[in-house]
């Protein structure tokens, strides 16, 4: 199993290309069951959980290929021939967005065999809402021996379009509801929609493909659905956590580092309270320059749904808060076991005390490298982050989570001067 080992202490500097949105590249990868012409994708990073979508969907009877064998970013997918219906356990069960070809594939196929999702264990993350939504369109849906087993009996086996308001903000939830609507017949109303650029990338590929949707980016979506989707490209949008975990980087290590290819308004929170911190920040319309002096200031923050500060950053900004000037609160309000990085922190010199769903963190001025273990994709960058900052040398244990997240984030981080070597 891959360590990373680093010693800590050298400031950032250089350039770094963020890659595509893995939270954006997995559900437009199932958009590519709602047609039988071909789907052409570019920006794809090239990562773990990509590379468990690409299998399953092959698996389903998808034809994926590179034009340029070198390239990974740049794909075909043909889902002329549906082979099966059914997403198994032993696909599904290593990562949670393997529930989104459940929506495309019983609004295609009119049934699906989906088994219950996996991934990180930050929380039940239940999938309770897809199940209402779909039901709400017209499908028979039962649980049984792990799996959700969904069918439609109605006229010509489509889908109907319903009015849906779901209990919680649901990204996965939103998604599936979003792609199964497209064939519905009638118009579906999602209310209470999540408003995560992802969601918005995936709509702008759904509407390329012909689908109809209006209030792409608020909490109000409206899709007419249509008879047949067709071809498309599009290419994914850069992912705003890879940008804010490397800003997270130069605030906690001090450096000067130009973010590119990325999407500023999309990280406004994050910028926000980096700002707070005293990291310097310069913006362009697809690039951030961030340069940090000295040591970072204590920032209080609470995750919630976009536009606020994304819980997928929470780990990153607290890495930064441990070696702050100051103490702060960190609120975890959308994932309720979202602190088991906490440990691993302190077993770095760290003061993290956890109280409920708040993390108290009292800033030292100096974290020591030690042997420290992953437990989940967003708490290993923040391990990454501290042991950049520590004194001596940090080792990193279980980082496959890592790689279900970064595009070879050590090397990009070498490019930047850090001592950081992965361990096979």
């Not at 209990?167 to 599936?176: A, L, Q, Y």
Request: hydrophobic share 45%.
């Amino acid at each position: 199993m891959d360590k990373l080992r680093m010693v800590g202490g050298t400031p950032l500097k250089g350039e770094v290309v963020i890659a595509g949105a893995k939270n954006a590249a997995l559900p437009i990868l199932c958009a590519c069951l709602l047609t039988d012409q071909a789907i052409v994708l570019r920006n794809v990073p090239d990562l773990q959980d990509v590379r468990t979508m690409l299998k399953l969907l092959q698996e389903i009877g998808v034809t994926v290929t590179f034009p340029d064998k070198a390239d990974r970013s740049h794909m075909v997918l043909d889902a002329a021939v549906i082979k099966s219906s059914e997403a198994t356990y032993e696909m599904v069960k290593t990562m949670r967005a393997s529930i989104l070809v459940l929506g495309p594939l019983l609004t295609r196929m009119h049934s699906a065999k989906v088994s219950l999702p996996g991934g990180c264990a930050i929380g039940a993350r239940p999938v309770d809402q897809h199940i209402k939504g779909l039901k709400a369109m017209g499908a028979t849906i039962k649980i049984k021996s792990g799996y959700i087993q969904a069918e439609t009996k109605l006229p010509l086996g489509r889908l109907k379009g319903a009015s849906i308001l779901t209990d919680m903000i649901t990204v996965t939830g939103t998604e599936n509801l979003l792609m199964a609507a497209t064939l519905a017949s009638g118009t579906t109303i999602l209310e209470n929609a999540a408003r995560e650029p992802e969601v918005g990338d995936l709509a702008e590929l759904l509407v390329k493909m012909g689908a109809k949707i209006s209030g792409i980016g608020t909490d109000r979506l409206v899709i007419e659905g249509v008879e047949k989707l067709h071809g498309a490209e599009h290419a994914v949008i850069p992912d705003r956590i890879e940008a804010g975990t490397f800003l997270c980087a130069v605030a906690a290590a001090g450096g000067e580092v130009l973010v590119k290819h990325c999407r500023p308004d999309t990280l406004d929170a994050v910028i926000t309270k980096l700002k707070d911190a005293g990291l310097e920040i310069e913006v362009g319309p697809d690039w951030i320059k961030a340069r940090m002096q000295g040591r970072p200031k204590a920032v209080s923050f609470r995750t919630s749904e976009y536009p606020a500060f994304p819980t997928d950053m929470q780990a990153q900004l607290m890495a930064v808060n441990a070696i702050a000037s100051g103490s702060s609160t960190i609120t975890e309000t959308i994932f309720e076991n979202r602190f088991m990085h906490v440990q691993e922190l302190n077993r770095l010199g760290a003061d993290i005390a956890i109280e409920g769903n708040t993390a108290i963190v009292q800033g030292e001025e100096k974290l020591s490298g030690a042997i420290v273990m992953a437990t989940d994709l967003r708490a290993s960058a923040s391990l990454v982050i501290a042991g950049l900052a520590a004194q001596g040398e940090t080792q990193v244990d279980r980082i496959y989570h890592l790689d279900r997240g970064y595009d070879r984030m050590e090397q990009k981080l070498t490019l930047l001067g850090a001592n950081i070597e992965r361990i096979k």
